[in-house]
């Protein structure tokens, strides 16, 4: 998830050659600026400032890589805890199916969370392993398949 508005400029500022916008599409990026404003708690109209702010540097670039793995991360754990409490009100008369498809749910969330660190591993490998420029391309890829959970996460049961 991108907190800047000028998010496709931020790892592309860098001299890195690993690095790659976070978020290529404006678009997609606009369209959510207002759920990343309810997650951290930003109200309409006030901005909060980033270390992804005028990223110019490398080490502007690391911290605003942290930064976006972690807010992808809280946004993953509230997706999913919103989930559960969706399962657990659709089917609040039928006690036995809401366990049934919670327990499935946390072994898929399991699964997943293992398939991205693995896939991540992948992607970094040509990186040095404790590097910056490492950490700041897992945590970069972190964020991304975080996000595209979260997305798949708030879908189920909204159709």
């Known amino acids: 998830m991108c ?3 000028n998010c496709s400029d931020i790892c592309t500022a860098s001299s890195l050659p690993w690095a790659r916008p976070i978020r290529s599409s404006t678009d997609e990026i606009n369209g959510k600026a207002g759920l990343l404003a309810v997650v951290t ?3 309409a109209g ?7 702010d005028n990223v110019g540097s490398d080490q502007q670039t690391y911290a605003c890589a942290a930064f976006n793995q972690q807010t ?5 754990k509230s997706a999913y ?3 559960i409490q969706r399962i657990r009100d659709q089917y609040a008369d039928e006690g036995d199916k809401a366990t049934a498809l919670v327990e499935r749910m946390e072994t898929a969330e399991k699964l997943w969370t293992q398939l991205r660190d693995a896939d991540c591993k992948v992607e970094t490998y040509a990186e040095q392993q404790g590097s910056k420029a490492y950490q700041a391309a897992l945590d970069t890829c972190v964020a991304q398949r975080s996000d595209d959970r979260s997305e798949y996460l708030q879908s189920i049961g909204q159709q």
């Not at 992808?72 to 993953?76: N, Q, V, W």
């Open 3 to 5: 907190a800047s508005t």
């Open 41 to 43: 708690g930003a109200y």
């Open 46 to 52: 006030e901005e909060e400032s980033t270390p992804c």
């Open 72 to 76: 992808a991360e809280r946004e993953l």
């Open 81 to 83: 805890d919103d989930l």
